[in-house]
């Protein structure tokens, strides 16, 4: 059973189908040292990034399967057709409670963290009429139907999708290089257009000779095939080439003695062959086109001999593929730059597409640039209105200081003060002829009028 070299290596066999798929994504290391630096064992493996944006997801769920026995067992005789089929995902419910309960959480937290990338999208565009139930369903990595328990169908549903998506990561792969490559050709010829005349035949003339450099190397042999084999046999690994044997090579190049040479032990074939095109110190050598040439030299060894197309080769698939004509009287290997990547359409409709893109941006950038200004303009009026009832407030306060009327407090409101008379009539009484008050309980006696005395 397939066991993978990107996961770690403690962790058991799972899920063969999209095992195989996680073999094919490209890992960013460098592959020319993969012979040599061998794996320590009880040493931790980083996990690359799949590029799925459920990646987290799946390989937790991987981690947890990997701990029950009963499914662990029941894989290791299943095929791959039976796992596709959806049969092994019936095994689910066989397993252990505590597996059960932690695929439950998990799932769980994926529908969570769905929801909040539902919001956040929904949010940025201010659309409050948001129907989560409906935008899970875009998610085909789960049964958003039944958000709180993980079932046979999620399981299922995990394995196609996830199958799927990687199957067409090369094909991506490819559409983003042959744009890169028109990106590549566009800027050239909008620099062109920069120079005068002179300038232009001159840098003309050092794109050609670079072209010319860069397509002057050694023969490049055709992958899979016995020279090219008897070449990594003789110069990476040392040995005699009248001696090459295919099964001895099968064995020497199984880096994790597996059983299978995966994807990524393929492309570590290769490296002595893309030397001959490609040295990171030539200008005109592309790092970027050598990973293409990499992937395409790939490809063409498993459509030769990846016989059941399960992206991995036994050594009875190396074997049979060394005994055809191919093997022996192989077809010269065009490298990229002997190949057109894109016509001159392609191109013009790429430049449109471009233009397009920057027309966009440039609206959207005179909008924001009026957005701006009104919003300057709305200040400036806001700042004038504010200097303009300060000094109205201001003016009132001086004519009622000429009035004599009472000053403004400072949130502009009238100090009151009360007259004289009202001040006397709420004093306190004293006694005649003295300014001491009334001690506590003596109640003053009424003032006498002398006119009222009776002899």
């Known amino acids: 059973m397939k066991r993978l070299s990107v996961l770690p290596q403690q962790c058991l066999v799972l899920m063969t189908c999209l095992l195989m798929a996680l073999e094919a994504v490209p890992i960013d290391i460098d592959k020319t040292k993969v012979k040599a630096e061998g794996h320590v064992e009880g040493e931790k493996v980083e996990n ?57 959480e998990l799932k769980r937290q994926e529908v969570a963290r769905l929801r909040m990338l539902i ?79 002179e300038k232009r035949k001159k840098e003309e003339s050092k794109f050609e000779e670079m072209k010319k450099k860069h397509g002057d190397h050694p023969k490049v042999h055709h992958p899979g095939s016995k020279d090219q084999l008897k070449e990594v046999w003789e110069e990476a ?37 893309l030397e001959k095109v ?15 040439e990499r992937l395409r030299m790939r490809e063409h060894v498993m459509n030769e001999v990846d016989i059941n197309k399960d992206r991995l080769v036994t050594l009875e698939e190396f074997l049979r593929a060394t005994e055809k004509k191919e093997f022996l009287e192989p077809d010269s290997w065009e490298t990229l730059d002997q190949q057109q990547l894109f016509t001159e359409d392609e191109l013009k409709e ?11 941006l440039r609206k959207k950038a005179e909008e924001l640039e009026k957005q701006k200004e009104e919003l300057q303009r709305q200040h400036d009026q806001l700042q004038a209105q504010k200097q303009e009832l300060q000094q109205v407030v201001k003016q009132m306060e001086q004519k009622k200081l000429q009035q004599g009327s009472p000053p403004a407090g400072p949130g502009g409101e009238l100090k009151i003060q009360p007259p004289a008379e009202h001040k ?29 005395v009776h002899p």
Not at 65 to 87: M, N
Request: negative net charge; charged residues 35%; hydrophobic residues 30%.
């Open 237 to 273: 690994d040392g040995l005699d080439p009248n001696e090459f044997d295919p099964k001895t090579f099968f064995k020497l190049h199984d880096v994790n003695n597996d059983g299978f040479l995966d994807e990524q032990e393929l492309e570590a074939l290769f490296t002595k062959e």
């Open 350 to 360: 790429f430049e449109n597409h471009i233009s397009q893109q920057e027309d966009e």
């Open 48 to 104: 690359p990034d799949t590029g799925l944006y459920y990646d987290e997801y799946l390989r937790q769920v991987i981690d947890v399967l990997e701990t029950d026995k009963h499914f662990r067992e029941k894989l290791q005789t299943a095929d791959i057709e039976e796992i596709k089929s959806g049969k092994l995902s019936r095994e689910l419910d066989l397993v252990s409670h505590h597996v059960r309960t932690r695929l439950d």
């Open 278 to 292: 490609y040295d990171p110190k030539n200008e005109e050598d592309d790092m970027v086109e050598m990973e293409e």
């Open 424 to 452: 006397a009539a709420n004093a306190p009484q004293h006694p005649a002829g003295g300014d001491q008050p009334l001690p506590p309980g003596h109640v003053q006696e009424p003032a006498v009028r002398t006119d009222q």
């Open 119 to 197: 919001k956040a999208k929904m949010d940025s565009v201010q659309d409050t009429g948001i129907d989560h139930q409906a935008l899970l369903k875009q998610f085909e990595h789960l049964n958003h139907q039944n958000p709180d328990t993980f079932e046979p169908k999620d399981l299922d549903m995990l394995i196609k999708a996830a199958t799927s998506d990687l199957e067409n990561y090369d094909k991506t792969r490819h559409e983003e290089f042959k744009k890169y490559e028109m990106m590549k050709e566009h800027e050239r010829r909008e620099y062109l257009k920069t120079l005068d005349e």
